[in-house]
């Protein structure tokens, strides 16, 4: 008795969706193991679609936990109040809470636009970009709260926020952005595979610094509490 074994490979065009690729790949190999004669089998031995898959939900989750905790210390931080007692007010948390959503929108788009694929390293990197991205936010709703408790007027105080920190935060942007450069340019075999960190982190934080110049003054100037000017 003997037995010959086959295998074959399978790899999926440049822009492909791999995810769908092994869903019709699962209903191909149904059909096709009805068809084999008595004795002839049909095994998987790897299933890189799975793996993505995987690590797609592997992301959803750390996002997700990365932006609870995120949020819960910007509204912490930046509602915490002391006087006339204790108190924690959620709006300046607010602010920095909706600039999260459309910096990764934005993201995203470039991404699609530039050919830069969702896979392991790229959604680490928006993972790692995620504690950065809302530095800036930050930056500018803590100013614009603190303009106004001055008493300045709404507007003063946005207009205020933009003009003094959009040069400064610029600056650390670029220069964070910056410490990525080695991998993104690396002529290496793994440079190959992880200069998307660079792009990532880099695309993220300038255009966490336009949402922060431009998007959080106006969304501070409608949801901002005005403060008691003593």
Same mark, same amino acid.
Request: charged share 15%; aromatic share 8%; net charge negative.
């Given at each position: ?11 999926? !065009?440049?822009? *492909?969706? /791999?995810?769908? %690729?092994?869903?019709? &790949?699962?209903?191909?190999? =149904?059909? +096709? ?9 049909l ?10 898959a ?35 007010? !959620?709006?300046? *948390?607010? /602010?920095?809470? %909706?600039?999260?959503? &459309?910096?990764?929108?934005? =993201?995203? +788009? ?21 504690g ?15 303009k ?39 002529r ?12 990532v ?22 949801l ?7």
């Amino acid at each position: 008795w003997s037995s010959d074994v086959c295998s074959s490979d399978l790899s999926m !065009v440049k822009g *492909g969706d /791999v995810i769908e %690729l092994g869903r019709n &790949l699962n209903v191909l190999a =149904t059909e +096709l193991r009805k068809a084999l004669p008595v004795g002839m089998e049909l095994e998987q031995v790897a299933d890189q679609p799975a793996a993505v898959a995987a690590s797609v939900h592997e992301f959803v989750r750390t996002l997700g936990e990365a932006i609870v905790i995120v949020l819960a210390v910007s509204f912490v931080a930046l509602g915490l109040h002391t006087k006339p007692k204790l108190s924690i007010d !959620v709006r300046p *948390g607010l /602010v920095v809470a %909706l600039t999260i959503p &459309l910096v990764l929108a934005i =993201t995203f +788009l470039l991404m699609r636009m530039l050919d830069i694929s969702l896979h392991k390293v790229s959604l680490g990197a928006l993972i790692i970009a995620l504690g950065l991205l809302v530095d800036d936010a930050i930056i500018a709703v803590e100013m614009m709260v603190r303009k106004m408790e001055e008493g300045m007027s709404r507007f003063e105080a946005a207009t205020y926020a933009y003009t003094s920190t959009a040069f400064p935060m610029l600056t650390g942007t670029l220069v964070t952005a910056a410490g990525f450069i080695p991998v993104g340019f690396a002529r290496s075999g793994a440079g190959e595979y992880t200069n998307s960190i660079f792009w990532v982190v880099g695309l993220s934080l300038v255009i966490s610094w336009f949402v922060a110049v431009l998007f959080t003054p106006f969304m501070g100037y409608h949801l901002l509490p005005t403060p008691k000017v003593h």
